[in-house]
């Protein structure tokens, strides 16, 4: 059997036009704003005349912690959208973009694989309605501004040496964590320290994916805390009069994208944090304009659940005052294996003791989503080498842990093999037995959040700051930040901050390097061990091997 790879079977699709797409949502023709044949945004004139329309359930899909043995998380979301869309349910999807850092870097795309796809699958991650270029240029902008006020005299008594808002590119760039600029005498400004961050990382990107729309979005752009002054009262980046320019920059990527799946259902693609260093969802505004247009829909958060599903329940929910009525973790069977200690060379081989040894990952997991009142199904995601046993182990295990795992084949046969994976999250969805609610109150002091999440999430022992990161912390207090959530950056690949550390670690402890906090978008983000928020490139990039055949297309993306 000739097996066709993702991009192959992303080209062969049968796509309908975006006007065609946006009918099955009940979104008129003249409300698509088109970007060639196959994508559009929706217009705000739409999505504000939705107000007062009852919601349909959402559902998240999250997953174990990342592992070089691949999960299929996105996967997975666009087999179980389409999956219910087969079995009646109107249904839309909603995901984030993809960054062209890691396209370059490591990771690929970011639109599912196999049967199970978004498209166009190629534009959606180089460029596609040029979000990311509008988010940077906005973010730069404000970091043009600062620097320009101070040359021109500094009326706002900026101290050159608080200055925390930094700037930021799409693509991983190591060589640009941490620079001078202004150097070359008088006419370049002044020298100073500073750095870049990846725009995924950017605040104004979790603006934008938390506001409701243009106006709520200049009122956060406007409330970003871009300096301090030598008494350490705050700079606003409303001081600068730079949030009207900036919420122009960004008034079409606050409208969202909608796409289709390689079965033509909707979905909405939107916004762009990363997970390990930002709050890992797609768009609230996209979030919300699918839940009043689908009976379902299905969303995912990145990462693992210790972080993804964490910031959704606890930043993305909390703010947007949404209510999931399921979630679905996805795990593989070779997954559970290498957290069992099987080295990815010997995968192939059936191994139940390790599938058993690694399943502690799967059960911690489980039970943190349990704790939010959530309802949970997992979903196996079926590799050709998988075995009975090894199936049946995990299904046993979890089973253990009150819940039930069904064995997904939506790579190999689309939402067709995502059909059980459907009636099980209906059947939970309409059983009404969500109860939903943040790990912790808004009230709680900042570090005892943090401690919080340390201790019930990771099972960390302690959580360990320098005095200035508690001071710090303290003081956001007091200037009336302390209601604010936090937005932990961490490895993605372990509970602890050693990414090497799988399993399900108990007892560790949870160094926090740097405090940050996000005014505009609201929140602290707690930078902990050594997670870098400006990544860097792998010894062999991905972008060595892409490049344009002699038909034009592109090859090696994916």
Same mark, same amino acid.
Request: glycine content about 10%; charged content about 20%.
């Given at each position: ?17 975006? =006007? &065609?797409?946006? #009918? ?26 939705? !107000? ?7 559902? &998240? ?23 219910? =869309?087969?079995? %009646? ?40 309605? %040029? ?27 900026? !101290? ?30 002044? =020298? ?23 106006? !709520? ?57 990363? #997970? ?26 990145? $990462? ?49 003791? =390790? ?15 349990? %704790? ?102 303290? #003081?956001?207090? #007091? ?43 609201? $929140? ?26 002699? !038909? ?7």
């Amino acid at each position: 059997m000739i097996v066709k790879t993702d991009i192959e079977i992303a080209r062969a699709a049968k796509k309908l036009p975006i =006007a &065609l797409i946006g #009918a099955k949502l009940g979104i008129p023709n003249e409300q698509l704003i088109p970007y060639g044949h196959d994508k559009a945004k929706v217009s705000r004139d739409f999505i504000n005349g939705l !107000d007062g329309r009852a919601q349909g359930k959402l559902i &998240l899909v999250t997953a174990i912690n990342p592992t070089p043995a691949g999960e299929g998380k996105t996967t997975t979301t666009v087999g179980l959208g389409d999956a219910l =869309a087969r079995v %009646g349910k109107k249904t839309a999807i909603c995901i984030r973009e993809a960054s062209l850092g890691p396209n370059f870097g490591m990771k690929g795309g970011a639109a599912g694989g196999g049967y199970a796809q978004i498209v166009p699958m190629e534009e959606m991650n180089l460029h596609f309605t %040029g979000d990311f270029h509008a988010i940077t240029s906005a973010h730069n902008l404000l970091s043009a501004m600062i620097d320009n006020h101070i040359y021109w005299g500094n009326s706002l008594e900026i !101290d050159e040496r608080r200055i925390v808002w930094r700037r930021v590119m799409d693509m991983n760039d190591r060589a640009l964590r941490d620079i001078v600029v202004g150097l070359g005498g008088v006419s370049n400004g002044f =020298a100073r320290q500073t750095g870049f961050d990846i725009t995924v990382a950017s605040e104004v990107m979790a603006i934008l994916c938390l506001s409701k729309d243009l106006e !709520d979005l200049q009122e956060r752009l406007g409330s970003i805390v871009v300096a301090y002054r030598r008494d350490k009262t705050p700079v606003y980046c409303s001081d600068l009069k730079a949030d009207g320019a900036m919420t122009v920059l960004l008034k079409d990527a606050l409208q969202p994208n909608l796409v289709q799946t390689l079965e033509n259902t909707p979905a909405f693609v939107h916004g762009g944090p990363f #997970a390990n260093i930002a709050h890992g969802c797609n768009s609230v505004i996209a979030t919300e304009t699918a839940l009043k247009l689908a009976d379902y829909v299905v969303t995912e958060a990145g $990462f693992g659940a210790d972080l993804g599903a964490e910031k959704f329940f606890d930043i993305k929910c909390r703010k947007a005052g949404l209510k999931p009525a399921a979630a679905v973790i996805v795990a593989t069977v070779r997954a559970m294996k290498m957290n069992g200690g099987v080295a990815k060379a010997d995968l192939g081989s059936e191994n139940v003791a =390790a599938v058993n040894k690694g399943c502690p990952n799967l059960g911690r997991h489980i039970a943190n989503v349990k %704790g939010f009142g959530v309802p949970v199904v997992v979903a196996i995601n079926h590799f050709t080498s998988d075995t009975e046993a090894e199936i049946a182990a995990v299904r046993a295990y979890v089973a253990k842990q009150g819940a039930e795992a069904v064995l997904c084949k939506h790579w190999a046969e689309g939402g067709a093999g995502a059909e059980e994976l459907a009636h099980k999250v209906i059947a939970l969805a309409e059983a009404g037995a969500s109860a939903f609610a943040p790990l912790y109150p808004d009230d709680m002091g900042l570090f005892d959040k943090i401690d919080t999440i340390a201790r019930r999430i990771y099972h960390a022992g302690e959580v360990i700051a320098d005095s200035s990161v508690r001071d710090q912390l303290r #003081a956001w207090e #007091a200037a009336g930040y302390g209601h604010f959530p936090i937005c932990m950056a961490k490895t993605q690949y372990s509970f602890s901050t050693d990414p090497n550390l799988r399993g399900a670690p108990t007892g560790h402890t949870l160094p926090i390097r740097e405090v940050r906090l996000s005014a505009g978008a609201g $929140f602290i983000v707690v930078i902990c061990g050594e997670i870098m928020t400006m990544p860097g490139l792998p010894k062999v990039p991905s972008a060595e091997t892409i490049r344009l055949n002699e !038909d034009g297309l592109v090859v090696g993306l994916f």
